[in-house]
């Protein structure tokens, strides 16, 4: 998980904690209520369990500039190497699973460390970004190692994103990258509702597809 201008990874995960579970409960605690909640067959949860890395970092303005992006993906491509390499000593982590997720400019982050590095990442769960990093060839790569995009974005976000994304998803359709793409009806910049961040979890884990998101519905 990659944080937003203004918030950390942390703080994007509480997003969808503390306004639902005990503010005074550990992050682990809230964190295995909300998996039970997703998922409540307990066989599925042990056998399809992952793991969350939250990376050091706060998202700043300064990281809006060519080169302050330009340095933020360089030390968030250190931080999670990082993080991978010592959960994996310790936890079953499986390689070839490794999915980014971010909203705002930890979904820029999440676009470019997938971009730059096709191979090393299975999916990513992106909302809120205008997708604009890019390297030529990089997608063709994804397609041939059979990456899933999950796209959100609010009906009412700037269009500078949208027209950043849309760009982007008609480059990913020709390279014939599997992707998903959830519009919220009447929400502007904001992080995915639980139903589609629900929806993003079952297609980038475990590429069970959601149902709904070519006609998406209003969220309650």
């Known amino acids: 998980?990659?944080?937003?201008?203004?918030?950390?990874?942390?703080?994007?995960?509480?997003?969808?904690?503390?306004?639902?579970f005990d503010p005074h409960r550990s992050m682990q605690a809230k964190w295995e209520r909300?998996?039970?909640?997703?998922?409540?067959?307990?066989?599925?949860?042990?056998?399809?369990a992952y793991f969350i890395l939250v990376p050091d970092g706060?998202?700043?303005?300064?990281?809006?500039?060519e080169r302050g992006f330009?340095?933020?993906?360089?030390?968030?491509?250190?931080?999670?190497?990082?993080?991978?390499?010592?959960?994996?000593?310790?936890?079953?982590?499986d390689?070839?699973?490794?999915?980014?997720?971010?909203?705002?400019?930890?979904?820029?982050l999440a676009w470019a460390l997938t971009i730059r590095h096709p191979e090393r990442y299975s999916g990513?769960?992106?909302?809120?970004?205008?997708?604009?990093?890019?390297?030529?060839?990089?997608?063709?790569k994804l397609a041939r190692n059979h990456f899933r995009f999950f796209f959100a974005?609010?009906?009412?976000?700037?269009?500078?994103?949208?027209?950043?994304?849309?760009?982007?998803?008609?480059?990913i359709r020709a390279a014939k990258v599997r992707y998903r793409y959830f519009r919220t009806p009447n929400v502007g910049h904001e992080?995915?509702?639980?139903?589609?961040?629900?929806?993003?979890?079952d297609y980038v884990i475990f590429g069970k597809s959601p149902l709904n998101t070519a006609a998406p519905k209003p969220q309650v």
């Open 34 to 48: 909300s998996l039970k909640a997703y998922y409540p067959n307990p066989k599925w949860r042990r056998e399809h």
């Open 153 to 171: 974005m609010g009906t009412k976000e700037r269009k500078t994103r949208l027209r950043g994304l849309n760009r982007s998803l008609r480059q």
């Open 124 to 140: 990513a769960l992106i909302s809120g970004s205008r997708t604009s990093y890019w390297e030529d060839g990089k997608l063709k």
């Open 95 to 108: 390689p070839k699973r490794v999915v980014l997720a971010g909203h705002s400019l930890g979904g820029d």
């Open 70 to 93: 330009a340095e933020a993906i360089e030390r968030y491509e250190k931080r999670v190497e990082l993080g991978l390499r010592e959960a994996a000593q310790k936890y079953p982590i």
């Open 191 to 201: 992080p995915p509702s639980d139903k589609s961040l629900a929806m993003a979890l």
């Open 58 to 65: 706060k998202g700043s303005v300064a990281e809006h500039s």
């Open 1 to 20: 998980v990659l944080p937003y201008t203004g918030g950390t990874a942390q703080n994007f995960l509480e997003y969808y904690l503390f306004s639902v």
